[in-house]
Nanobody, 115 residues
């Protein structure tokens, strides 16, 4: 049974920082592409940042220079360091794992609110 569990979301003031963490259970994610997505109220879910099995990363233009994705294969975790947060970063943040040609596993999400 595969489970992705996000944590670290909370309310923060604009300009502040947060670190989200995703713990992966039941799935060997060391070679899998992992990503963070987010969905704001009334908007479609969007990709925020991704990291492949080699550690190569990509991020959305809206977060470049502010957000950093990383992974710890020994701990089976993926993190999203978010700096200089803006009100438009307010959203439910999801962790996802890629497999079989699609984002196959998803967490339940962790809420980030920036005011």
């Amino acid at each position: 049974h595969v489970q992705l569990v996000e944590s670290g979301g909370r309310s923060v003031q604009a300009g502040g920082s947060l670190r989200l963490s995703c713990s992966v259970y039941g799935y060997t994610h060391s070679s899998a592409c992992m990503a963070w997505f987010r969905q704001a109220p009334g908007k479609e879910r969007e990709g925020v940042a991704a990291i492949d099995g080699y550690g190569v990363t990509a991020s959305a233009d809206s977060v470049k220079g502010r957000f950093t994705i990383s992974r710890d294969n020994a701990k089976n975790t993926v993190a999203l360091q978010m700096n200089n947060l803006k009100s438009e970063d307010t959203a439910l943040y999801y962790c996802a794992a890629y497999g079989g040609g699609r984002w196959i596993y998803w967490g339940q999400g962790t809420q980030v609110t920036v005011s």
